[in-house]
């Protein structure tokens, strides 16, 4: 898997089936490399997240004493189906927290050469996380967070709730969708694939779990140290903030900016989710980013 097609990054994919979130991965290929002999999978369930493969002579029964590894890499249990970029393999993991308890630290491998990561949203949050948590153990060169903290921090009241508030239904997949942009015109196709999405089994009651309680259960406030481990981050971080955002407070990116010598902000036009309603200026702004810090 160490073929490459050129020297420039290239990027892998892994969008939140449940919220509005996207999280990317992109890895500096080594110069010089010998040209990759079969097609990227590119995204979840492969380009398009189509479940769709096209290469040709593929297996049709394993030779007798199974296949030959060309290299393996342990990981921790999860769910993810692996995205291929690059010739990188990217796959998300999970291992329990210390405490002993049922909480999960999530991980995106990226193999051996630091990746760039960005994410927007949740996606967003678990970038922040990732590149400072030293227990994730994510090797970043850079990091780009879009309309994300990290954490609880700058959020405004009753957003999670809002975007959680969500019965399948074309309507209802057009309000959500204008909680984060600016402006719908133009994504009716956007919003009919998120409804659709929505449809699948189990997808709907994983987004409507977030708002249900045990009545029964005494509910525990873990302690939250979030943002202190971002005081001790070297890792190049640039935070993202819509312009017109209604699910953070305005001034956020600053903010998160002033807490490392490495970090810097930047205002975009567009809601929540500018990647959506500016997907080619925001695609820019990170491959930009991530040229500075190579």
Known sequence: MR?????????????????PAFLVAIVA????????????????????RRGVWTETGILEEFPPGGLTFTWRVPIHDGYAGPAVAGGRVFVLD???AGNGGMRMIERVLALDDPAFFAGSSFGAELVARGVAEPQWGWNARA???ITGTGGRLYRAPGGIERLSDYTPSPEAARRLTAMLVHSTDGLDEHIQRRFEISMAPGHWEALSALGLRNPSAERVARPEDWPEPLLDCDVP???????DDPLLEQGWAAKMAELGDSFSSVVVPGGHEPNIEHPADTGRLIREFFDSCA
């Open 3 to 19: 073929g490459m097609q050129s020297c420039r990054p290239h990027v892998a994919t892994f969008f939140g089936r449940f919220l």
């Open 29 to 48: 290929p080594a110069l010089g490399a010998s040209p990759a002999v079969a097609e990227d999978w590119p995204e979840y369930r492969g380009k398009g």
């Open 94 to 96: 999970a291992r329990r």
């Open 143 to 145: 990091a780009v967070a």
């Open 237 to 243: 971080i640039l935070w993202v903030e819509g312009a």
